[in-house]
């Protein structure tokens, strides 16, 4: 079965200052990947996507994150944070094929310091 | 504007009494899903539909059920709520190129 662990459930970071989020995936085959943002009282909002074509994903709002098959990782980051970052992050996972089931990690919730 | 809605936004209900939650979809999709929502646990799926009149569930569905009578709607019915049910609740639509989920705003359950 596939699984999604996000590193971190709180992560601080400066104005300005890069953003990393971690994500890793469990799965027998390259899934689809996802990276989500829920602001607070708000739905989910697709920040990005990799879905077997390139493996660095450049997404809304200046995130992007890369595919690295050799380490199960599909980290999401972001150069210089803005206060306007400050919401919940989730990864998912989709195996090819496998219907609509989409597999959410526990969430990591980004805090932005001036 | 494409969207997913979601009715009502937020709901405080008593144990056992039945409920609906609506969920309606504008942009001619296929799949359609519920998530619940809780700290700590990130999103986990209730039941999803491939189509009108195919469902399935996920990996929670226990205590609810739903139908998909028709493609745009899919709602999700609790027959006797229970406290355990108290959660925030997330409708999802997809087309057949499966570009990823969208999501409706979200219902806030409460039931005491």
């Known amino acids: 079965a596939q699984s999604v662990t996000q590193l971190g459930s709180h992560v601080s970071v400066s104005e300005g200052a890069l953003v990393l989020l971690r994500c890793n995936y469990s799965?027998?085959?390259?899934?689809?990947l996802f990276w989500y943002v829920q602001y607070p009282n708000q739905g989910l909002q697709l920040l990005l996507k990799y879905t077997s074509a390139a493996t660095l994903v450049k997404g809304i709002n200046g995130f992007e994150a890369e595919f690295k098959k050799s380490e199960t990782s599909f980290h999401l980051t972001k150069p210089s944070a803005h206060m306007s970052d400050a919401a919940e992050y989730f990864c998912?996972?989709?195996?090819?094929?496998?219907?609509?089931?989409?597999?959410f990690g526990t969430g990591t919730q980004l805090k932005v310091e001036l | 504007e494409a969207q997913v809605t979601q009715n009502p936004r937020y709901l405080i209900t008593v144990t056992g009494k039945k409920l609906t939650v609506t969920c309606s979809q504008n942009m001619n999709h296929e799949y359609m899903s519920w998530y619940r929502q809780d700290p700590g646990l990130g999103l986990r799926q209730i039941y999803y539909s491939m189509n009108v009149e195919v469902t399935d569930k996920g990996d929670v569905p226990e205590g609810y059920k739903v139908s998909r009578k028709e493609k745009r709607n899919f709602p999700l019915i609790l027959e006797s709520p229970s406290p355990n049910q108290t959660s925030l609740y997330f409708c999802a639509s997809s087309g057949p190129s499966w570009d990823g989920y969208t999501f409706g705003s979200g219902t806030r359950l409460t039931v005491v």
């Open positions: 998912a996972s989709r195996t090819p094929g496998g219907g609509n089931k989409l597999t």
């Open positions: 799965s027998s085959v390259p899934p689809y």
